[in-house]
């Protein structure tokens, strides 16, 4: 997970590009969108991640908050 790539996608793309993206990933097909990412998994991470955020984002939260909540949210599925 990278969160520069995943800031782009959030500053870039609409809420309903994102899913499509992420849909299109995991049905194994190419995104219309540029995700950056090693590979599928790692795109779809990407994808996942900006689409969390971006609801957060819409719904009236900083990015900042809304990203650290999420990196708070991985640790923890994590440790």
């Known amino acids: 997970m990278k969160i520069p790539v995943i800031k782009k996608l959030v500053e870039t793309y609409s809420l309903e ?3 499509a993206a ?3 990933l995991a049905e194994e097909l190419t995104p219309e969108i540029n995700i950056e990412g090693e ?3 790692e795109q779809l991470t990407h994808a996942f991640a900006a689409i969390w ?3 957060k984002v819409e719904a ?3 990015f900042k908050t ?3 909540a999420y990196t708070q949210m991985v640790r923890g599925s994590i440790s």
Do not use: V
Request: hydrophobic letters at 30%; proline letters at 0%; a negative charge.
């Open 66 to 68: 809304a990203l650290r």
């Open 53 to 55: 955020i971006k609801e």
């Open 39 to 41: 590979d599928e998994g």
């Open 22 to 24: 992420e849909e299109a």
């Open 60 to 62: 009236g939260e900083e």
């Open 17 to 19: 590009q994102l899913q």
